[in-house]
């Protein structure tokens, strides 16, 4: 079976995708299935020129805005890419981005397209202060569920509450389906230790809506109740600047270290004691699955797919967004209690194990992709159906 994942940006950007596609083809490389993967380099801007006509709206409407205009050059630029570069027939394209997924219809009309959304890109943007609640550009990017209702032949999304907020703009939400992603086990190998000063650590890109200087002020409470940490920021981004001088006039700087953008976190993760990451919204944060995987204990947010990973007390500490008091209170008691940090670590890697495996993701991704085999006479559907297993 010929198979296309077609991603907007290069498997080696960060994100949730990026963790998961480029492990998924080393699992579907076999004489079985033919996978590749596609996006669009970062060089190629300003190349499309045809027209952009969408079924369900009227783009144009929101033509005036510059966000609007930037998304739908991002669609041509796609689309000629695409032409150029995609010459052979596929029996199945699984894409990852709305855009991309309104470009594979364009281009590939007869193809069946799977459409999976990881993300909401005007709830970030609208937490980035980059829109304003109920703007044109909100009403595009929500415009473009219903569109990819209507042109693609299954969608998906990773998390059961990032269904219920794409239902609002679709005809039949019920069709909505939800797989959450996916993480090789493998990739992460818990390493025991003992810290004396406890470890905590953070991978995001720093926006706003990752709530990063609510973490800040957080470890400021810690550090007036004269607990010793450490703290971590691993990623970057346009609020650099302004978290190290947060950081600084609330008097952390010493205590915290700003890494930049590290291509493998997952490589020295298992070295820290405390994964923690208060967002302001998450479709499912792919990085708390991973810091599981790395047998550290998880404190979020109950937000989003973070409040679907994590059951309160159980498998680690979830307090509302905004609320510096309630994770210092949240943190204090994982820094202060060791034995009970790693419980919460024992069980989060558990349940990452048996709910996030990439092997549990594979093998519902072959049964979906199976449904769309057409009669083909170089493959054989008896063959197909087998068992999969880790090396198919």
Known sequence: MRLLQALFFPPEQ??????????????????????????????????????????????????????????????????????????????????????????????????????TVHSSYERELLLNGKIAEGSMEQQFLTSLYRELEHRTDRLMTVSHSFRTYMSAYVDQPERIEVLPNGFDEKRFKPVPH?????????????????????????????????????LHIIGDGPSRTELEQMAQQLGIYEDTIFYGYTLHPEEFMPFFDIFVLPSRAEAFGSVF????????????????????????????????????????????????DPSYRYELA???????????????????????????LTENPFHSVSDLTMQPSDSD
């Open 289 to 336: 699955a991973e810091a599981a995987l790395c047998w550290l204990a998880l404190v979020g947010t109950d937000v989003g797919g973070i409040a679907e990973q994590i059951e309160d007390g159980v498998n680690g500490l979830l307090v509302p967004p905004d609320q510096e008091q309630l994770l210092a209170d949240a943190l204090e008691k994982v820094i202060n």
């Open 194 to 230: 003992e810290n004396e000063v406890p470890q905590l650590m953070t991978v995001c890109r720093l926006v706003p809506a990752k709530g990063l200087d609510t973490l800040l002020k957080a470890c400021a409470i810690l550090k007036q109740r004269g607990h010793n940490y450490v």
């Open 346 to 372: 024992r069980t989060g890697w558990e349940k990452a194990k048996n709910q996030y495996s990439l092997t549990h993701v594979v093998n519902e991704l072959k049964r979906l992709y199976l449904e769309y």
């Open 14 to 115: 960060p994100g949730g995708v990026s963790s998961m596609i480029p492990y998924l083809q080393e699992r579907f490389s076999s004489a079985r299935w033919e996978m590749e993967i596609f996006s669009l380099p970062k060089r190629i801007r300003n190349k499309g020129k045809d027209d952009v006509v969408f079924e369900t709206f009227d783009w144009t409407l929101y033509g005036a805005s510059p966000v609007v205009q930037k998304y739908i050059q991002t669609y041509r630029d796609y689309r000629w890419w695409a032409r150029l570069r995609l010459t052979k027939p596929y029996d199945l394209i699984h894409s990852h981005h709305p855009l991309v997924g309104l470009v594979m219809r364009e281009v590939f009309p007869e193809t069946p397209i799977v459409q």
